[in-house]
């Protein structure tokens, strides 16, 4: 009995030890990343409201190209981007200080210019950094460094999209897709709640649409059911014109000063060709036409997807998925109502469809339907965003990303999206925590896991 309580004591010491030292890390981190996310989103916006009013900033987009790189290489920062901070989160490794200030200035010179591009790629580096130099500020371990790097992430994603529960979750379960990283879910929530908040106080505006929903019928379930499908397909297509373009750049374009010259050429010549800029930028107004009044045109999920390839992969700043949210509005407004779907309900479906098809993140897909469209219609958006994800393969936006087990099947995959490569489909073995080594790609062998502690009277 005495044994059973000692063991109870150390059981509950740990855990409460724990709980208080995350609940540090989450003030700090939270207050931190709220401050930071509502300036940059504040930067974003000014800078895209000055290119609305100067619309002939578009032609300095090539130069403003030479100038991320020549920042990135002064900086000795070239081809780190969110998958480096995906590793970061995965291996306990530091990420350089400097990289925060890189993508800030790169995504606001993106967006001043007229680049495709949304603004969750420079969340995520910059929460990830954040979060990464708070944890060696406290002197944690490899270990603990981790859950610091994640809760970072979610802490700067909720803070520009004002939408915590979905930040949490999706830094928990992006990275290793069938694994929910359970460390990180209460730090995670407590650091997304408090950015939230004090970047609402300092003025930034959460994504929220008000959306009306039709009553739950089979007739219109099997329509909806039909849009997801589409959706699902469309996300794959997305990722491979990405990956299309990424080699052309890289056959042709090697020189990465000349790679992001011509890159802004294409999108400035391009825009001219389509005459207006409703595809540059993030084209949140156009996602609000499309949700708000159900207007899009048949063509608009295409040439975004066009004109955020030639952008992003060319080495401009920013990320991919606003402009995803975009491709959804549109597509689903428009196909949504040639199967006879309302096209703003419609329009909302595809955004939430299309971001879990795109980042393979179903459950973050439904609790984000949840947050921005305020809970309305949810058995048609989580019928939506669970038949996106399935249809959209094993196909992904982040590199670093892991598919652990089939989407179609009860067995383990261990697919990697960056060229599908097969970490091991066999389907043996223990699935470690962290899921799999990025550096060795093959399953991570155990003996560091965490020990977790032997709770008296639990077997």
Known sequence: MKHGRKELGKWSVDYVGYFFKWLLLSIVTGLVCGVTGALFER????????????????????????????????????????????????????????????????????????GSAGREGAALQIGGDIGNHIGRLFRFDEEDKKVATMTGMAAFFAALFGTPVTAAVFVATVISVGMVKHAVMVPGMIASVLASLVAGW????????????????????VRVMVLAVACGLVSAAFIEVTYLIKKCYERFLRNPYLRAAVGGAVVVFLTLLVGN??????GMDVIVRAIGQGQARPWDFAL???FTA??????????????????????????????????????AVGFAAMFGGVTNTMITS???????????????????????????????????????????????????????????????????EDGYDLKRKEAVNDKNSEQTPKVPGVK
């Not at 930034?204 to 009553?215: D, G, L, M, S, T």
């Not at 800029?277 to 993030?282: A, K, V």
Request: hydrophobic letters at 50%; one cysteine or more; a neutral charge.
């Open 43 to 114: 930067c974003v916006e000014a800078v895209t409201e000055i290119r609305s009013e100067y619309e002939w900033l578009i032609f300095l987009l090539p130069l403003s190209g030479l100038l991320i790189v020549f920042l990135y290489r002064k900086l000795n920062l070239s081809g780190v981007g969110t998958s480096r901070v995906f590793d970061a989160a995965v291996e306990g490794d530091s990420l350089k200080f400097r990289l925060i200030p890189a993508i800030f200035t790169g995504t606001v010179l993106t967006h001043l210019c007229g």
């Open 202 to 221: 300092m003025g930034a505006e959460p994504v929220r649409f008000r959306v009306e929903a039709p009553a739950v019928t089979w007739m219109m379930m």
């Open 277 to 282: 800029q409703d595809y540059n930028g993030s």
């Open 304 to 306: 975004k997807i066009l």
């Open 310 to 347: 030639l952008t992003l992969e060319a080495g401009f700043k920013g990320g991919e998925i606003v402009p995803t949210f975009y491709v959804g509005a549109v597509f689903g407004c428009v196909f949504g109502q040639l199967l006879g779907i309302p096209a703003g309900f419609a329009a």
């Open 366 to 432: 439904i609790l984000l339907s949840a947050e921005v469209f305020g809970g309305v219609g949810l058995p048609y958006f989580g019928m939506a965003c669970m038949l996106s994800f399935v249809f959209s393969g094993y196909n992904g936006l982040f590199s670093s990303q892991v598919i652990i087990f089939s989407k179609l099947r009860a067995r383990r995959v261990m697919t990697k999206v960056d060229h599908r490569i097969e970490l091991d489909n066999v389907g043996t073995g223990v699935i470690p």
